[in-house]
């Protein structure tokens, strides 16, 4: 088996693993998170949840669903993003606010970030697959929190959507709640 297969196969577990902590920080008993054939979490019945995974580290976020439609969650490590993807995961608006700061490149894996957890919180309530710049994102003067605005015809979903963002050790962290 190559290591690829078992790498991706230790985060699946470590993935399931995050989410049923998370349960239990709820005071839900042990649950199956199985997988859809779209390769995304199944969440037990009432629940509503995300999963992300970078390098060494898993996260998941859990909530019942009678709180919030859908949970989104994204983790990266606190890199710049590679300068030949900045044009396909940010709208224009985006590359003009790129413009004008002072670390282009890390700002831009900022609203990678956000737009992941922008994302896996609309596919959960909709199942829409949609691409970077069907998400428009903008941030607050501090980047603390983000707004974005999701295309209402592909989505249904009225926007804009708060999410929050914040720098961890050597990683950036986006969640984003409907």
Same mark, same amino acid.
């Given at each position: 088996?190559?290591?690829?297969?078992?790498?991706?196969?230790d985060?699946?577990?470590?993935?399931?693993?995050?989410?049923?902590?998370?349960?239990?920080?709820l005071?839900?008993?042990?649950?199956?998170? +199985?997988?859809?054939?779209?390769?995304?979490?199944?969440?037990?019945?009432?629940?509503?949840?995300? %999963?992300?995974?970078?390098?060494?580290?898993? %996260?998941?976020?859990?909530?019942?669903?009678?709180?919030?439609?859908?949970?989104g969650?994204?983790? =990266?490590?606190? #890199?710049? *993003?590679?300068?030949?993807?900045i044009?396909?995961?940010? #709208?224009?608006? =985006?590359?003009?606010? *790129?413009?004008?700061?002072?670390?282009?490149?890390? +700002? &831009? $894996?900022?609203?990678?970030?956000?737009? =992941?957890?922008? @994302?896996?919180?609309? @596919?959960?309530? #909709?199942?829409?697959?949609?691409?970077?710049?069907?998400? =428009?994102?903008?941030?607050?003067?501090? $980047?603390?929190?983000?707004? &974005?605005k999701?295309?209402?015809?592909?989505?249904?979903i009225?926007?804009?959507?708060?999410?929050? *963002?914040?720098?961890?050790?050597? @990683?950036i962290?986006?969640?984003?709640?409907?």
């Amino acid at each position: 088996m190559s290591r690829a297969i078992a790498k991706r196969r230790d985060e699946f577990t470590a993935g399931r693993d995050a989410a049923r902590a998370a349960m239990d920080a709820l005071g839900l008993p042990p649950m199956a998170i +199985s997988q859809d054939t779209d390769r995304a979490p199944v969440w037990p019945d009432g629940l509503t949840g995300s %999963i992300a995974h970078c390098d060494h580290i898993c %996260i998941a976020t859990v909530a019942r669903i009678k709180h919030c439609a859908g949970l989104g969650i994204d983790i =990266e490590p606190a #890199t710049p *993003l590679d300068a030949d993807l900045i044009s396909t995961i940010c #709208t224009l608006a =985006e590359r003009e606010w *790129l413009a004008t700061q002072s670390d282009p490149g890390l +700002s &831009a $894996k900022m609203i990678f970030c956000a737009k =992941e957890a922008t @994302y896996k919180a609309q @596919y959960m309530q #909709t199942r829409t697959l949609i691409d970077f710049q069907a998400v =428009e994102v903008s941030f607050s003067h501090d $980047k603390g929190l983000f707004k &974005a605005k999701l295309d209402e015809d592909l989505t249904g979903i009225a926007t804009p959507v708060s999410g929050g *963002l914040r720098l961890v050790d050597d @990683y950036i962290l986006a969640t984003c709640r409907l």
